[in-house]
């Protein structure tokens, strides 16, 4: 790792990241193979999931819906808090992994904590991943089971005009493009958007595209490699890369947020931009010392709670959820929320 760049990174979450890397020089993400790569991403992603699973008070149901037209079906997961108020608000769940890792166990510690904090329904949505499925492959699967969930409000119980969609990374890019996806085609209303430090523009030309080469999470030539896989020869489209849709207008309230120390970061900050100049209410957070996914790595530190405080918030008041005072850890608030967020409304 270049010393600038590691020491642009927030003490505390430096530490988990060296230890990461002591085992995985280059990080997991450097793997050359991309079966092992799977396999390792898949086996943190178990290791976390054991102490979570073990404390969860929310049920979850695995099942498969209908996928696109002539495609398999799409598994879902369908996470219920406890003591499940009638007709609660509902959040449509997509994860990440760079199009081309992941599954529905991938960020289950994520689904959990929003469907408890907040007591909704989160439905999290599996979808194809490239090499194997190139884009639209991973729209396509996240749009028709985002029809499914919408024709089945009553049966799931949920509110149909209190639904948002969230997402992380590619989980992000996909959460906007399939926001855009129901807009063109008058498919589910949607009442808000959550795109966590999504990945959206396909150029690689940002300062941060070419600052961020040896962090070890999710680096320049690793995002190269993930987009060169995603979409296959083609021309990326407004829902392969958001950034560059021709019209962003008429998307629901959006809430990004990036690192400075994440590749995504400038791409991030174009899109809030452009986002606002399209008359979107947007909500943009730019945590100093952040690298992509920290509170994944480091889901203790004082950093990763403030952001979820703040996220937490967001989804509260986007979706009229009325918090608890016990849940949602505030230790890392502070009155000057301005200045350490870079906040932009």
């Known amino acids: 790792m270049k010393t600038s760049q590691l020491d642009s990174l927030d003490p505390e979450l430096r530490a988990p990241l060296e230890e990461l890397l002591e085992t995985y020089p280059g990080g997991v993400y450097a793997i050359a193979d991309l079966a092992e790569r799977r396999r390792i991403d ?8 054991e102490s979570v699973r073990a404390a969860q008070t929310c049920s979850t149901e695995d099942i498969q819906v209908p996928g696109p037209a002539g495609c398999a079906p799409v598994p879902l997961r369908i996470y219920r808090p406890r003591n499940l108020q009638p007709a609660p608000p509902a959040v449509f769940f997509i994860h990440g992994g760079g199009m081309c890792l992941g599954d529905l166990d991938y960020e289950h ?14 439905v999290s949505s599996g979808y194809r991943k490239a090499p194997e499925h190139p884009h639209p492959a991973q729209v396509d699967d996240c749009y028709a089971a985002l029809c499914w969930m919408s024709d089945n409000a009553t ?3 949920f509110d149909p005009e209190r639904l948002a ?4 990374s590619a989980g992000g890019n996909l959460a906007l493009a399939t926001a855009l996806k ?9 009442a808000y958007v959550m795109a966590l430090y999504p990945m959206v523009d396909h150029r690689h030309a940002t300062p941060s ?3 961020i080469t040896d962090i070890g999470v999710w680096d320049r030539k690793t995002n190269i490699e993930a987009w060169e896989w995603f979409l296959a020869g083609q021309t990326p489209d407004a829902y392969a890369a958001p950034l560059h849709a021709e019209n962003l207008a008429g998307l629901p309230p959006t809430f990004i947020d990036v690192g400075t120390a994440d590749v995504f970061r400038d791409e991030d900050i174009a899109l809030a931009q452009r986002l606002l100049a399209s008359g979107v209410p947007t909500e943009l957070h730019v945590y100093p010392g952040v690298y992509h996914a920290a509170e ?10 403030h952001m979820w405080t703040v996220r937490i918030r967001a989804l509260s008041q986007a979706l009229r959820v009325q918090l608890t005072p016990t849940p949602i850890d505030t230790s890392a608030d502070t009155d000057t929320d301005t200045d350490t967020n870079g906040h932009h409304n």
């Open 165 to 168: 969609i969230f997402g992380g």
């Open 42 to 49: 898949a086996l943190h992603a178990a290791q976390m999931n």
């Open 296 to 305: 994944h790595y480091a889901p203790d530190t004082e950093a990763a709670r």
């Open 182 to 190: 129901a807009r063109d085609l008058a498919g589910p209303a949607l």
């Open 155 to 157: 049966s799931l119980d």
């Open 209 to 211: 595209a070419h600052q």
């Open 109 to 122: 510690a994520t689904a959990v904590k929003i469907c408890e904090e907040l007591g909704v329904l989160v």
